[in-house]
């Protein structure tokens, strides 16, 4: 029986009542008889009494295994079956009484792969086994202590037939192999790491695999294979490339090496999230591995080489050293996803990285702390763990870990993770723990910076300050504040680096010298003074966005305007021509201009575009990111009421303006940019070149001249970046070319699903007139699925995240969209169903006639009657009920 269906209102767990278990699971025999819609699975527990619980605790002798969707089919203890007044059986426990100190528990269960949609525990994508167990998806293969300080040893064998499943793998090593009479055939695994059963898996199939060969730098020859569908191995080279390389970087950075005989990944085509880091066998989503210069983006390839690179990570930072609980899960994430942002910045240009990843944390992490959701990087209590996932506990996580590396310098970091990894090996520990080494390698006292593991919410930073030229001082005075969020309402101040710079008017700095460059704000407001400063300066604030802030710094037009094009940090470059072009959005929305004509931008705004457009000391990639109009929902977030259709009409109309003004340089720009050499996807500069010309045809787009130069540049791609490149050009526009290269694209890449994502997602995210009518259209579509997570997040998740103005159409339609979308979903896939529902919960942010009609649709959903936890928590959370 499914566990989601009897319960209304389900269970909330806190971090503060964390226990450690009762027993003990040292190490865990599998045997799985891999059938499509039978699969049986033998376990044997290798369980022994915990002595460390006090002895109250200790005289209890019942072992209470989690277990979801079981048939429970045997079980038997130390060889011997239990009889059925020695168990209970329950929707989702098995409780086996009366156990000795130690002894191995046998426990047969069987399981119907075909039949799991959910994509968690084990089930079948495209034919082929595989498994997810991460958070709690090993309770849906077996019976177990599902919780990550459980650690044991596994050894696992499996048996399938020969002809629709040639490769068996799971963690380890390979240990044996054979074949039965019978057509089928068996493999036998052992992982000698002790693991939590979420690091468990395990792959049967008929795939095929690329091979290559690696030596640490501690001399272990490593077998690397990538197991794709067969046909799909010519698309993989990258993706090893990737890894080898992610592999000699953390020995070079973090000295850290791989501990195993192989290295095994697999690419299926169904998949909840991104990947998973199963130990010696990680398991992606097909997306993030398959790739060349005809299907994938240079975005693609970026996201490829920093997930592969994350998963890799993982080894030490997640598996090795591993989290006590699930409310630790920063502790794995944030640290890792801060290795994989170090790693792809020392790839590529550290500033594009930089910018990019704020741009994301912007988009994804600071609504979410301005929402219902609004949760620590270390949460306090969850109702389903699924859903913490989030961009706080990654992104933000990763914030945190980053402004420990400011604070400490990299050496100090580099000390305090030595210490971490070395004194945590083969445990499953706390953020406290990390912090605590951190604070030991270095002698820090980092107990103000704890408040960062605890406290929710965005502060805002501000900053003012004054010069006296005759007395040679500068002043400036930073204050903090963050606003309540659900259930936190008092906040206090964090402590907080903020990197700094003084910038004299031929553009340098003139702090130079100094030990450190950044201020610590540790209290409410601190004033720092400057002396000996002659010359007249512009301060340059949070460099490198070293603090996860909103910055409120009251610089002139004029100073934004020195700063864009002198600011020797890059972010700060980027965020003053970022910051220039919302203010003046955001004047526009306030008179409502519905024509935007060159005199309402400042024409030392358009200087500053034309100086940096034709500068070419600019790298092309970073150049792009200059030129680019702030994202719609980054500035809708500076209103106190998100007006996305006045601001969507506005933003449009400062485009079409721009793309006049400086029609000529934009032409220049489109001509220079464009490329002789064939395409290489670890060329920084190629993509940044695509890039740049992507941008340019951006603006020229809305001229009718942009229109035919978007169909020849179509017409002429020989790699996928240009064809997205000319097709996001005109997706927006009313114009014959827009549907000629939707249908040629269709045309030929109607057979490969992934790239079919694409044509989805634009579709969906256009601001053509008719979208609405188009995503309900879509549905039908041949190349949607309802069961595919890939296909969901391409057509109903781009057009609730990433289409504002229609989402929050006026007419309800978009919110009705969503809300059908997510009851489909409660039932097939209900990890995917809450995610995709997040955008109803910013309700708060909209006038008071679309607050009605948001709110109706999230009461429509918490009407249903078998709702899922998933879901359950997510809309109940948005109302403000739980
Ligand atoms: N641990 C994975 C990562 O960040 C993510 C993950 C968690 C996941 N739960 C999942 C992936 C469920 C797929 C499905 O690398
Ligand atoms: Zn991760």
């Given at each position: 029986m499914?566990?989601?269906?009897?319960?209304?209102?389900?269970?909330?767990?806190y971090?503060?009542?964390?226990?450690?278990?009762?027993?003990w699971i040292?190490?865990?025999?599998?045997?799985?008889?891999?059938?499509?819609e039978k699969t049986?699975?033998?376990s044997?527990?290798?369980f022994r009494k915990?002595?460390?619980?006090?002895s109250?605790?200790?005289?209890q002798?019942?072992?209470i295994?989690?277990?979801e969707d079981?048939?429970l089919?045997?079980?038997?203890?130390?060889?011997a079956?239990?009889r059925e007044?020695?168990?209970?059986?329950?929707a989702?426990h098995?409780?086996?009484?009366?156990?000795?100190?130690?002894?191995v528990?046998?426990?047969?269960?069987e399981?119907?792969?075909s039949?799991n949609?959910r994509?968690?525990?084990?089930?079948r994508?495209?034919?082929?086994?595989?498994?997810?167990?991460?958070?709690e998806?090993?309770?849906?293969?077996?019976y177990?202590?599902?919780?990550?300080d459980?650690?044991?040893?596994?050894?696992?064998r499996?048996?399938?037939?020969?002809?629709?499943?040639p490769?068996?793998l799971s963690?380890?090593?390979?240990?044996?192999?054979?074949?039965?009479?019978?057509?089928t055939?068996?493999?036998?695994?052992?992982?000698p790491?002790?693991?939590?059963?979420?690091?468990?898996a395990?792959?049967?199939g008929k795939?095929?695999?690329?091979?290559?060969?690696?030596?640490?730098?501690?001399?272990?020859?490593?077998k690397l294979?990538?197991?794709v569908e067969?046909g799909?191995?010519?698309?993989?080279?990258?993706?090893?490339?990737?890894?080898?390389?992610?592999m000699?970087?953390?020995?070079?950075?973090?000295?850290?090496?791989?501990?195993?005989?192989?290295?095994?990944i697999v690419?299926?085509?169904?998949?909840n999230?991104?990947?998973?880091e199963?130990?010696?066998?990680?398991?992606?989503?097909?997306?993030?591995?398959?790739?060349?210069?005809d299907?994938a983006?240079d975005?693609?390839?970026?996201?490829?080489?920093a997930?592969?690179?994350?998963?890799?990570?993982?080894?030490?930072?997640?598996?090795?050293v591993?989290?006590r609980?699930w409310?630790q899960l920063?502790?794995?994430?944030?640290?890792?996803?801060?290795?994989?942002q170090?790693?792809s910045?020392?790839?590529r240009?550290e500033?594009?990285?930089?910018?990019?990843?704020v741009?994301?944390?912007?988009a994804r992490?600071f609504p979410?702390?301005?929402g219902p959701l609004a949760?620590?990087?270390?949460?306090e209590?969850?109702?389903?763990?699924?859903?913490?996932?989030?961009?706080?506990v990654?992104?933000?996580?990763?914030?945190i870990?980053?402004m420990?590396?400011?604070?400490?310098g990299?050496?100090?970091?580099r000390?305090g993770a030595?210490?971490?990894?070395?004194?945590?090996d083969?445990?499953a520990v706390?953020c406290?723990?990390w912090?605590?080494?951190?604070?030991?390698?270095?002698?820090?006292?980092?107990?103000h910076?704890?408040l960062?593991?605890?406290?929710?919410g965005?502060p805002?930073?501000m900053?003012?300050?004054?010069?006296n030229?005759?007395?040679g001082?500068?002043?400036?005075?930073?204050?903090?504040h963050?606003?309540?969020t659900?259930?936190?309402?008092e906040?206090?101040?964090l402590?907080m680096?903020?990197?700094?710079?003084?910038?004299?008017?031929?553009g340098?700095?003139v702090?130079t010298?100094q030990?450190?460059d950044?201020?610590i704000?540790?209290k409410?407001s601190k004033?720092f003074?400057f002396?000996n400063?002659s010359?007249?300066?512009?301060?340059?604030?949070?460099?490198g966005f070293s603090v996860?802030?909103?910055?409120?710094?009251?610089?002139?037009?004029?100073?934004?305007?020195?700063?864009?094009?002198?600011?020797?940090?890059?972010?700060?470059r980027?965020?003053a021509?970022q910051?220039?072009?919302?203010?003046?959005l955001l004047?526009?929305?306030?008179?409502?201009k519905s024509?935007?004509?060159?005199d309402?931008?400042?024409?030392?705004?358009?200087?500053a575009?034309r100086?940096n457009?034709q500068?070419?000391a600019?790298d092309?990639a970073?150049k792009?990111?200059?030129l680019?109009?702030?994202a719609?929902?980054y500035?809708?977030d500076?209103?106190?009421?998100a007006d996305?259709?006045?601001l969507?009409?506005?933003?449009?109309?400062v485009?079409d303006?721009?793309?006049?003004?400086?029609?000529?340089?934009?032409?220049?720009?489109?001509?220079?940019?464009?490329?002789e050499e064939?395409?290489?996807?670890a060329s920084?500069?190629?993509?940044?070149?695509?890039?740049l010309?992507?941008v340019?045809?951006?603006y020229?787009?809305g001229?009718?001249?942009?229109?035919?130069?978007?169909?020849?540049l179509y017409?002429?791609a020989?790699?996928m970046t240009?064809r997205?490149?000319?097709?996001?050009?005109?997706?927006?526009?009313?114009?014959p070319?827009?549907?000629?290269?939707?249908?040629?694209?269709?045309q030929?890449?109607?057979d490969n699903?992934?790239?079919?994502d694409?044509w989805l997602a634009?579709?969906?995210?256009?601001?053509?007139?008719a979208?609405l009518?188009?995503?309900?259209?879509?549905?039908q579509?041949?190349?949607?699925?309802?069961?595919?997570?890939?296909?969901?997040r391409?057509l109903i998740g781009?057009?609730?995240?990433?289409?504002?103005?229609y989402?929050?159409?006026?007419?309800?339609?978009?919110?009705?969209?969503?809300?059908?979308?997510?009851?489909?979903?409660?039932?097939?896939?209900?990890?995917?169903?809450?995610r995709?529902?997040?955008?109803?919960?910013?309700?708060?942010r909209?006038?008071?006639?679309r607050?009605?009609?948001?709110k109706?649709?999230?009461?429509?959903?918490l009407e249903?009657?078998?709702?899922?936890r998933?879901?359950?928590?997510?809309?109940?959370?948005?109302l403000?009920r739980?």
């Open positions: 499914s566990q989601t269906a009897s319960k209304k209102f389900p269970n909330t767990i971090l503060r009542d964390y226990k450690e278990p009762l027993y040292d190490h865990v025999n599998l045997d799985f008889e891999l059938q499509a049986f699975v033998k044997q527990l290798h915990n002595e460390n619980l006090p109250e605790d200790q005289e002798s019942t072992l295994l989690d277990g079981l048939i089919r045997g079980l038997a203890l130390d060889g079956p239990l007044d020695r168990y209970q059986v329950t989702d098995l409780h086996v009484f009366d156990l000795p100190e130690s002894g528990l046998e426990i047969e269960t399981v119907n792969p039949a949609t994509l968690e525990g084990l089930y994508s495209s034919g082929i086994f595989c498994t997810q167990c991460e958070a998806g090993f309770r849906r293969i077996t177990y202590l599902d919780r990550p459980v650690m044991a040893t596994y050894r696992v499996m048996t399938a037939t020969q002809e629709d499943c490769v068996l963690n380890g090593n390979l240990l044996e192999e054979g074949s039965n009479p019978d057509g055939h068996w493999a036998e695994w052992e992982d790491h002790p693991k939590p059963c979420y690091l468990f395990l792959v049967a795939l095929e695999h690329l091979e290559a060969d690696y030596t640490t730098a501690s001399g272990r020859a490593v294979r990538i197991y067969p799909n191995v010519e698309r993989c080279s990258y993706a090893m490339d990737a890894l080898k390389r992610s000699r970087w953390d020995e070079e950075r973090f000295g850290l090496n791989y501990d195993l005989d192989c290295f095994n690419a299926v085509g169904d998949f999230m991104g990947a998973m199963n130990k010696g066998l990680n398991i992606f989503n097909s997306k993030y591995i398959l790739a060349d210069a299907t983006t975005a693609d390839f970026g996201f490829i080489e997930i592969v690179a994350h998963e890799y990570f993982h080894n030490w930072s997640g598996n090795r591993t989290c609980d409310f920063s502790l794995k994430e944030g640290l890792t996803v801060f290795r994989d170090e790693f910045a020392d790839m240009s500033a594009v990285k930089r910018i990019q990843d741009k994301m944390l912007r992490q979410e702390d301005a949760h620590p990087i270390r949460p209590s969850y109702i389903e763990i699924n859903n913490f996932y989030t961009a706080t990654y992104e933000k996580g990763a914030e870990i980053r420990l590396k400011t604070l400490l990299w050496e100090g970091f000390k030595d210490l971490y990894f070395e004194r945590h083969g445990q706390t406290e723990d912090i605590r080494a951190m604070e030991e390698a270095n002698g820090a006292d980092l107990s910076f704890r960062w593991y605890s406290q929710s965005t805002v930073l900053a003012s300050w004054t010069q030229p005759e007395a001082s500068f002043e400036i005075t930073l204050s903090q963050t606003r309540a659900p259930g936190q309402t906040k206090r101040s402590q680096p903020v990197r700094f710079g003084l910038l004299n008017a031929s340098q700095d702090l010298g030990e450190q950044f201020l704000l540790d409410a004033t003074r002396e400063i010359e007249a300066v512009v301060p340059s604030i949070n460099r996860p802030v909103k910055l409120e710094a009251h610089h002139s037009e004029a100073d934004l305007a020195f700063l864009m094009a002198y600011d020797s940090d890059a972010f700060n980027w965020e021509s910051s220039y072009l919302t203010r003046v004047k526009l929305v306030e008179q409502r024509d935007v004509t060159r309402d931008i400042p024409a030392d705004l358009i200087e575009f100086v457009m500068d070419r600019i092309p970073f792009a990111l200059l680019t109009l702030p719609l929902s500035v809708a500076q209103m106190i009421v996305y259709e006045c969507s009409m506005v933003r449009k109309g485009k303006c721009l793309a006049g003004v400086l029609e000529t340089e934009w032409q220049a720009l489109y001509r220079s940019a464009a490329l064939s395409f290489d996807p920084g500069h190629q993509a940044g070149s695509r890039a010309r992507a340019a045809l951006g020229l787009s001229l009718a001249d942009g229109r035919k130069l978007a169909a020849d017409g002429d020989g790699n240009d997205m490149a000319a097709l996001t050009a005109v997706i927006d526009e009313d114009c070319e827009r549907q000629q290269m939707l249908d040629r694209f269709e030929r890449f109607s699903l992934l790239v079919m694409k634009l579709q969906a995210m256009s601001q053509h007139p979208v009518d188009q995503v309900e259209e879509l549905q579509h041949p190349a949607f699925s309802w069961t595919n997570p890939n296909r969901v391409s781009a057009f609730a995240m990433n289409n504002p103005r989402f929050h159409d006026l007419s309800g339609r978009g919110y009705r969209i969503l809300a059908d979308a997510v009851l489909k979903l409660n039932d097939i896939n209900p990890q995917v169903a809450a995709i529902l997040a955008p109803l919960g910013t309700w708060r909209v006038d008071t006639e607050q009605g009609l948001m109706q649709e999230l009461e429509r959903i249903r009657e078998n709702l899922s998933d879901v359950y928590e997510v809309a109940s959370k948005a403000g739980d």
